[in-house]
């Protein structure tokens, strides 16, 4: 069983369980906060790079052809097709435009995300630090650990109650 499943996880997975002392236990934990930050970071850095790379390889696609339909036009006799080739040249230009405002918008949306990344501070307490209420849960948020009232309970974290329609109450008045 373990075999298969580092075949699933890849080679940085199985790297990482071998760090963490590979075991049974080891893939029931999952990944740290701490690695999964680390993780989304690297993935959102690659994502902005292949917008800004995409987004050369799209100018300089879409101004080879340019050039090419913008030659054809100036050697085209026939006044039909210098205007369907004139409509390309056009065509070409506002598909450009909508490429680079997509790729524009990936690359502010990896930076955005980065930023957010970036927002928690080194200090925010984790769920071992944390003290829940009886009827609460501790779940890691990017503010640190918080005490959320589990299903059924409504409250701060710290004094979770049924709610209201919930409590006993008499049926006949």
């Known amino acids: 069983a373990g075999i298969a499943a580092v075949s699933v996880v890849g080679a940085s997975g199985a790297a990482s369980l071998r760090r963490r002392g590979a075991g049974r236990s080891a ?20 994502f902005s790079e292949f917008a800004a790379s995409s987004r050369q390889a799209a ?8 050039q090419a339909l913008q030659q054809a036009v100036d050697g085209a006799g026939n006044e039909e097709v210098k205007l369907a080739l ?14 680079s405002r997509i790729l524009d918008a990936m690359a502010n949306y990896s930076k955005q995300m980065g930023g957010v990344l970036q927002a928690p501070s080194g200090t925010a307490q984790t769920c071992e630090d944390v003290v829940c209420g009886e009827r609460a849960s501790c779940t890691n948020t990017m503010k640190g650990a918080q005490c959320v009232c589990n299903e059924g309970y409504v409250g701060l974290g710290q004094d979770c109650h049924p709610p209201p329609e919930f409590l006993p109450h008499p049926l006949i008045r």
Do not use: D, I, M
């Open 27 to 46: 893939w029931a934990e999952g990944p740290s906060v701490g690695e999964s930050f680390a993780h989304l970071a690297t993935t959102l850095q690659q």
């Open 59 to 66: 100018v300089a696609r879409h101004e080879a052809e340019a």
């Open 86 to 99: 004139q409509q390309s040249l056009t065509s070409n230009k506002a598909s450009l435009k909508e490429t």
